[in-house]
Structures are given as C-alpha cells and as structure tokens.
C-alpha cells in the first residue's frame, strides 16, 4: 500500500522558476512531514520538514504547504538555481509510535536549467 | 561533527553469497535505521533499532535479511544467499530519537550492492 503519492515523477524549469513538488498521504496518523533532497551517490539530505499543526514552513529558499484537510503537503522552491537539481522526496512518520520511520513518496527529479 | 558513516561504498557480489554491510551512526543517535533504495521501489524500510529495546523488524522483505546492533551503536546488515532482486543501494539513517530533534533522520551515503 503506498501511503504517500507524490507527483510529478519529473520537472524541469528555467532559472528563476519556482518548482512544486506535491505530495498526498493517507495516513491521518502522520504526524511529521520532512522532504529530502538526494544527489546523484549521495545519500538524502534533510531539506525541511513540518508538523501538522501549522499550515506553511520557510526556510530561505524553500517553502512547505501544508493542507491537512486534504491530507496534502507540497515543497515550494523559490529563485531555483542550477544547483537544485536532484531527486527530491518527501515522506511522513508517525511520531513516536513506530519509531519515526519514514515512509516516502517515489520521488521527483528536478531539473533547473541555466 | 562526522555524519553517518557506511561501509563499504560499494559491493558486487556473487548470486547465492553472504554479503555484510556496515553503518556508523552519528555519535549519541540512539535510533537507527535500514533503508533500501531500488529502481521501481523507491525508498523503503527495514529495519529499526532504539536503544536497547528489541528492533522492528516488520519491513526485512525476507528472512535471508538480518541486522544487529552493537553496544548501541555500529550496526551490521547481512544478506544471506544473495539474489539478483537484492541489488540495490542500503541506506542507513540515525536520529536522536527520543531526544531534541527526535524525528531528524541523518542518512548516510549508502552502499550500492550488485548482485551478479
């Protein structure tokens, strides 16, 4: 059962762009959303994350909304640069209960061009 | 400070060997955490270890797959009996769970398996 669908499977936007990875869960007992951001042999890396009790999340240049009736959450980035290209995931846990373990969307690969 | 640690980066095997795959947390993490990565798969969990509690073992795919944890911190995934369908790349992640920042998983790099 796939808990988290996360589209689309692949973006591709120009300098400047603000690309929106979306992500939708069916777990109501999700509690914590991060996203990560992969390179190529690297392992992910913690971008952002956020809780349900608040609706939106900035940090410099990236943004999470987050639609709790809709049981929806989406990664915002403003100004992207060439750098930004990767595979960016999102995923969800519940707290404590089994131990945070991440449940991830299949993944988005973003291409900025220059 | 060091991040996760994970060794060896990479690793071929032959079908039908034991390969064992080695992750050094982040220091004072008492989570711990086995991931796979694999085209068509995604990201997926395997395996979970607090403290000195009894691990979670719900997400091992089948009982070939093992994983240990020593005085609370470097742990070990073996792979009995390899099979093509193992080949993938084994992520490990920590966490201070459940301390200040408990839901932050750090991952490591991973080790890229082939089997041949």
């Known amino acids: 059962q796939q808990q988290v669908k996360q589209s689309p499977q692949s973006l591709i936007v120009q300098k400047g762009g603000i690309p929106i990875i979306n992500c939708a869960y069916e777990?109501?007992?999700?509690?914590?959303f991060p996203w990560y951001q992969q390179f190529p042999g690297k392992g992910p890396a913690l971008l952002i994350a956020?809780?349900?009790?608040?609706s939106e999340k900035k940090e410099g240049r990236f943004t999470i909304s987050f639609n709790k009736s809709a049981k929806q959450f989406s990664l915002h980035i403003m100004d992207s640069q060439p750098g930004d290209s990767a595979t960016y995931f999102c995923?969800?846990?519940?707290?404590?209960?089994?131990?945070?373990?991440?449940?991830f969307g299949e993944g988005t690969q973003l291409t900025v061009n220059p | 400070g060091a991040g996760v640690s994970q060794s060896p980066s990479n690793k071929v095997t032959e079908k039908g060997k034991d390969v064992e795959l080695r992750c050094d947390p982040i220091?004072?993490?008492?989570?711990l955490y086995w991931y796979r990565q694999s085209l068509g798969q995604g990201l997926e969990f395997l395996i979970y270890?607090?403290?000195?509690?009894?691990?979670?073992k719900s997400g091992l795919p089948s009982d070939r797959f093992s994983a240990e944890r020593t005085g609370g911190s470097v742990s070990t995934l073996t792979i009995q009996r390899t099979q093509q369908e193992d080949s993938a790349v084994y992520l490990c992640?920590?966490?201070?769970?459940?301390?200040?920042?408990?839901?932050?998983?750090?991952f490591g790099p991973g080790t890229r398996l082939t089997v041949t």
């Open positions: 995923a969800a846990s519940i707290g404590e209960t089994s131990g945070s373990r991440l449940t």
């Open positions: 777990n109501t007992a999700f509690d914590y």
């Open positions: 992640a920590s966490s201070n769970l459940p301390g200040r920042g408990r839901y932050e998983q750090y």
């Open positions: 270890f607090q403290g000195n509690s009894a691990p979670d």
């Open positions: 956020i809780r349900p009790d608040v």
């Open positions: 220091s004072g993490h008492t989570a």
